[in-house]
């Protein structure tokens, strides 16, 4: 699946980017949100682009936290840290940008809405990742009450995945075509 979306040119990418985030800015509960998790864009991967989203929502006055994973002695701490510009996000030894260490970290509760990226998708929201295991470890923390919406292109919709006991399904499902409600 990692080569399938690499395989899309960067307009396809693009133009189906603003149709999911579109279709996003038009749900009810991202409406009546007052904070939001999202998560940048790996380009090279042809992940869907939130940037748009990231700047209508702070537009709107909505708080944004993105994702991080700080090395411990035994793995990674996860969670969603807030950050009041893009500028601060920054590489720090994982595949994707993160907040600084010094940014309030998110706890249940402070977050209405997760936006969850995926490599594959099944209609019952069950997503598969790069193998970290970071949203299946970070959600149960955030979620109830946050919500946790998956994106992905149409092409990564599959009737099936393998789960796990551990693997967290998410609320919905949204591709540049339709979305799914469990």
Known sequence: MQATRRALSASAAAE????IVAALSQ???LASARAVGLFWPRESQREVDLRPLDTLLRARGVTI???FMDPTEH??????????NVLELQTRGQAFVEPSPLASTAARGDIDVLIVPALAVTP??????YGS??????????RPP??????????QLLAELPTLA??????????ERELLVP
């Open 16 to 19: 189906r980017s603003e149709r």
């Open 27 to 29: 749900l009810s509960i």
């Open 65 to 67: 936290y993105y994702p």
């Open 75 to 84: 793995g990674f701490s996860t969670g969603f840290r807030r950050v009041d």
């Open 124 to 129: 019952e929201a069950h997503r598969l990742g």
């Open 133 to 142: 295991g970071f949203y299946d470890v970070t959600l149960p923390d955030l």
């Open 146 to 155: 946050a919500q946790a919406i998956i994106v992905a292109y149409s092409f």
């Open 166 to 175: 551990h693997d967290v399904a998410c609320d919905l499902v949204l591709t």
